[in-house]
């Protein structure tokens, strides 16, 4: 298992807290035999996807990495976000560079994710890989939140996990409506530790 208070965080977005649940989750998958894809939607700077880099090569696995992020920040909310506790929480807040993704990665020496850059929203199955072992949502709004499961589903792998951040941030409730929405759909559980909900496929 990676030690992952080795290794200093990039951004404040995320704790180690959080990143432990994350790391052990991608870490089991690994164990369980996952070769397919692993995708993040909503990278930011990269912490995220630098600790999955090195849980990867810690294992010598060869599982593409795919980030997705606007790098035009938050897009805008809809009547599902609305939320007294996320009034902080606009369109264009949490702006972060594709350089600077890759000035990260190239500090920490780790080899670049294949990078994506757009809307959630305008994403399309051509822009997600065929299969996908492995997905960490970061799409903070309802929005975002549910065109990310739309676009994933099709190429989730038997036994693939899923993780949505912020599904239990009373700040961001557009996470959880769009999650509990899609589940019912898909007549899966979300099982929530920390601020995330857990799905496994």
Known sequence: MLNIKDFKL???????????????????????????????????TGTTALFITRLLMMHGKSNELHVYDSFDGLPDKVAADSSPAGEQFKAGELRASKQQLIKHFRQAIL?????????????????????????FLDGDFYTSIASSL????????????????????EALPGAQRAADEWAKQQGKSIKTEKSLGIVRW
């Open 10 to 44: 990039v951004s404040d977005q995320i704790d180690y807290d959080e990143l432990a649940v994350i790391i052990r989750e991608a870490d089991a998958a690994l164990k369980a035999g996952a070769e397919a894809a692993f995708v993040e939607l909503g990278c930011y």
């Open 111 to 135: 080899p670049l994710p294949i990078i994506h850059k757009g809307w959630f929203e305008e994403l399309t199955a051509a822009d997600m890989p065929n299969k996908i072992s492995f997905a």
């Open 150 to 169: 739309h676009v994933i589903t099709p190429h989730l792998e038997a036994g693939a996990v899923i993780l949505i951040d912020d599904y239990a941030n």
